[in-house]
């Protein structure tokens, strides 16, 4: 017998975040079936998203199952589970054991860790013989252990904690790096295992300071010629929304948030001559890895996993009105948990606004001078997260054209250690007297599952080739396009080719333009790189999906992630290089593309003593995927003199 929902359950998609009071049942349901000691520490609580069947098939008049997912951790036997409990019956429905997993760190684990190095005896007499007698004025970041295959830390979920040291509270302590002092920390059992001394370092003699009113050894005068420029809209903003699901112009857009990836897009489309015609199912962050050049024992162990391992989302900002976004703006929260399962709610996470974004399309007629013009803006959802010293934006940006953009905005602090009096650094900058900001790069994978025109699609690899000059091409200018449409998994694994040309497109052999082409999307790649680490090091064997731009697999509910689900001290196998050796079909099949992109940083003076944003991004745009431009309708501008459509003017620019 079928019970009969409730209006407001009638409210809720399926993919709708779990909200304060479902993360609170979730936890007391596990809680109490399942026995758990109040020490047990929740890594992991949030939605269990619906199989896709379900998602694509919910009119609204059912209320589906809402099931959450939640990691388990029992510190005192390093043992971790995972788990699905039913909001609906109130039942647990998965009680599984994970062996060798070690979840990812959670967000008072850090203030945890912070205060037991602090506290500690041995470790004090470590900063004491560096000048540091204050130890309310250090800060310690713990960063992941990694995996280097020692005996003494086999079975431990560890930090390796690292140091630096105000000069005055509230002042930049990251400027002054205590180099060559590291506490390995056991985050389960809240204990140091070891305490390793490399040697004393002198601290940095100028300061960071990048508030120009703190600033002493390089006195800063602000700028005092910059007017105002104010973005208005009187009439209020062009989108609407309900919940997470969001309407602007032909866009419609569901969205999410996890501690893990931060945001989420959902079930993408655009209207189309009627009907809203699908995109995307689920795109997202899937892994960044920052993996350092510096040979120095203090710092040559460091590889950061920052989404599996300190989870991108729980580390968002609380944004604010006029500084992190401008214009008529409208925040959400994010509800996620801390490790006593307590929920807890970062406000303003998640920022959506418009922007003016400039020439949608203009032609001037020379013989009669008619100019049409029409103006672009995007929709941009965005969130910024900071990962101790290093502060990074995610912005999804939507256009009247059909393209959607993924920007990443890289600023903050470098990681920098200190240098001995006339010491210069062979693997990084000396950004500063005696400040090395060792070379790194930024490896960002993004998992994207598309749906154009329906859930089967194919990648298509296309290369220009430049035709042989005679008789067909007597002046030796002809070039064209080769295609081919890959198949199987290990067919995909593909790399930025500049020489060629190559660019890949998600297409749907099933649907077909007014010309009769399939419709597609394509990738517009941005700046990449390649990383510089041998195979023979732990990043690559842990993360060997950064070795190659393009992955394609067969949708698989369980690969969410290119560096696997647990890649928290782990010795690589269960990662995006290693699911693509399954080899399945991936031709007109439910498929997902993983594409990673590379920022290549050889730092430099002016990246310090805080970063300008550098910016990262890649864009998805239709390809025969509109019968023409789908921007002919935007209106024109409206100038406070004449029509754009009418004479040259420069307000219409």
């Not at 510190?75 to 990812?104: I, M």
């Not at 199912?281 to 710092?299: F, G, I, K, Q, W």
């Not at 890649?618 to 004479?647: E, I, T, W």
Request: aromatic content about 10%; some cysteine.
């Amino acid at each position: 017998m079928t019970t009969q929902p409730t209006q407001v359950e009638k409210l809720i998609h399926p993919l709708e975040p779990l909200t304060a009071e479902e993360i609170s049942r979730a936890v007391a349901i596990l809680s109490e079936k399942q026995g758990l000691a109040p020490s047990a520490r929740f890594a992991q609580v949030v939605l269990h998203e619906p199989a896709k069947e379900v998602v694509l098939n919910f009119s609204g008049n059912e209320a589906p199952d809402r099931l959450a997912s939640l990691i388990i951790l029992k510190p005192e036997t390093n043992e971790t589970y995972e788990a699905l409990v039913s909001l609906k019956t109130e039942e647990v429905a998965k009680w599984e054991f994970v062996p060798d997993a070690k979840p990812g760190f959670i967000l008072d684990e850090f203030d945890m860790v912070e205060e037991l190095v602090k506290q500690d005896p041995d470790y004090r007499a470590a900063l004491l013989k560096r000048g540091v007698t204050d130890p309310s004025l250090v800060m310690v970041d713990p960063w992941s252990a990694g995996y280097y295959n020692i005996e003494e830390d086999e079975g431990k979920r560890l930090v390796r904690a690292l140091a630096w040291v105000r000069p005055a509270a509230n002042e930049n302590g990251y400027a002054y790096p205590i180099t060559g002092l590291i506490a390995v920390v056991d985050v389960n059992k809240m204990k140091i295992v070891r305490i390793e001394d490399y040697g004393v370092k002198p601290l940095p003699p100028t300061d960071g300071a990048y508030v120009p009113e703190e600033a002493k050894s390089y006195p800063v005068e602000v700028r005092a010629d910059l007017k105002p420029l104010d973005i208005i809209q009187p009439e209020g903003p062009s989108f609407t929304f309900d919940g997470h699901s969001i309407d602007w112009q032909k866009w419609k857009i569901r969205f999410g948030f996890t501690p893990r990836e931060g945001l989420v897009l959902h079930t993408v489309g655009y209207e189309d001559k009627g009907a809203v015609r699908p995109i995307l199912y689920r795109a997202a962050l899937s892994e960044m890895v920052v993996p350092y050049s510096d040979v120095n024992p203090a710092h040559n162990w460091q590889n950061a996993f920052d989404a599996g391992e300190y989870g991108i989302g729980q580390l968002a900002n609380s944004l604010e009105l006029g500084c992190d976004c401008v214009g008529h703006i409208q925040y959400f929260d994010a509800v996620m948990a801390n490790s006593k399962g307590e929920p807890f709610t970062i406000k303003n996470a998640v920022c959506l606004h418009e922007e003016d974004y400039g020439i949608a399309w203009k032609h001037t007629d020379w013989r009669t001078n008619q100019v049409d013009v029409r103006r672009s803006r995007r929709l941009v959802l965005s969130f910024f997260a900071t990962v101790a010293n290093y502060d990074y934006g995610f912005f999804w940006s939507f256009y009247p054209d059909g393209t959607i953009e993924c920007e990443v905005k890289l600023t903050g602090i470098l990681n920098v250690g200190a240098l001995d009096e006339g010491e210069k650094p062979k693997y990084g900058t000396e950004v500063a007297p005696q400040v090395n900001a060792p070379y790194h790069q930024h490896f960002f994978n993004f998992r994207i599952d598309p749906m154009i025109d329906g859930v089967n699609n194919s990648l298509v690899e296309s290369h220009t080739v430049a035709e042989k000059t005679g008789p067909e091409n007597p002046n030796g200018n002809a070039f064209y396009t080769v295609a081919k449409t890959f198949k199987t998994e290990s067919e995909s694994v593909s790399n930025i080719d500049l020489v060629t040309q190559k660019t890949w497109r998600i297409v749907n052999p099933e649907s077909k333009n007014y010309v009769g082409q399939p419709v597609s999307y394509k990738i517009v790649t941005g700046e990449n790189c390649y990383p510089f680490a041998a195979d023979s090091a732990t990043v690559i064997q842990r993360a060997g999906f950064i070795k190659n731009h393009l992955h394609v697999t067969k949708f698989d509910p369980d690969q969410m992630y290119a560096s696997g689900k647990y890649p928290n001290q782990s010795k690589g196998g269960d990662s995006l290089e290693h699911y693509v050796k399954a080899d399945r079909p991936i031709e007109n099949e439910d498929i997902v593309v993983w594409y990673t992109m590379g920022h290549h940083h050889i730092t430099r003076t002016e990246d310090w003593p805080v970063m300008p944003t550098a910016y990262q991004s890649f864009q998805l745009k239709p390809v025969g995927f509109f019968d023409r431009n789908p921007a002919l309708d935007l209106p024109r501008p409206a100038p406070k003199a004449k029509s754009c459509g009418m004479k040259q003017l420069d307000s219409c620019h």
